[in-house]
């Protein structure tokens, strides 16, 4: 997980969030059956596009690139129902994360958000694995909830790690010139904001070259 800025709100959510957020919860209010039609508006392609275009394509949690995503509400729609489209609680999430946080909603017990949070201020990294740092209650939460450890998530980021390896022990050999340059170029795009699981790449250049790529800092 990496620290996002929110994206420019979509022209739909300016002029439509409004009154979108009024018809629903007045259905809603009706205790009647809701329609897709109003209910599921934050699908919108507009919306969903904004979404993953400041998301890089990625989960915001677990960081797998998505070939769609889904579109996840930081406050559940159960507890937060006037928060349905509103801009600041829409992010983009993969099924497992999606569906692993489910309607958790603890305001004095929060999961990080990559929008306000530094995840680096609650995670540390090793290699393929991820934890809370010591004491972190909320990394504790984010952790536990979501799964961040979970098998699968495990191994791809192991693979990419040790496809990083060979990048780097490339670039550990190569004698100062033009090419060392070019390998330390590709290196920094490796732990760009867009890379899949960039806190793990950030993690493993700053552990074997002492790179500080942003956001690794602790504090903030």
């Keep these: 997980m990496i620290r996002l800025n929110k994206g420019a ?13 009024a018809e629903y919860l007045a ?3 009706t205790g009647g059956v809701v329609p897709d039609s109003v209910r599921y508006r934050y699908r919108h392609p507009d919306i969903k596009r904004a979404l993953r275009e400041e998301a890089h394509e990625k989960c915001v949690y ?6 769609v995503g889904e579109t996840d509400h930081l406050s559940p729609v159960s507890e937060c129902p006037d928060l349905i489209v509103e801009w600041p609680n829409l992010a983009l999430a993969c099924k497992e994360c999606n569906t692993n946080k489910g309607d958790y909603y ?4 929060a999961l990080i ?3 306000l949070d530094n995840p680096d201020a609650h995670l ?6 991820i934890m809370p740092r010591a004491g972190d209650l909320k990394g504790r939460r984010t952790m536990l909830k979501l799964k961040l450890q979970r098998r699968n998530l495990i191994e791809r980021r192991k693979e990419r790690v040790e496809r990083l390896q060979a990048l780097v022990s490339e670039f550990i050999v190569q004698p100062a010139g033009a090419t060392k340059e070019l ?3 590709a290196l ?12 793990v790449v950030r993690a493993y250049l700053y552990q074997e070259l002492g790179w500080q790529l942003p956001p690794l800092n602790p504090d903030g």
């Design 62 to 67: 677990c960081e797998a690139k998505l070939p």
């Design 113 to 115: 958000n990559p929008f």
């Design 9 to 21: 709100k979509p022209e739909v959510l300016v002029t439509q969030g409004a009154p979108w957020t």
């Design 27 to 29: 259905a809603i209010a």
């Design 124 to 129: 540390l990294v090793f290699g393929p694995l």
């Design 183 to 185: 390998l330390a170029e």
């Design 106 to 109: 603890a305001p004095l017990e």
């Design 188 to 199: 920094r795009d490796e732990g760009a904001d867009a890379s899949e699981y960039a806190a």
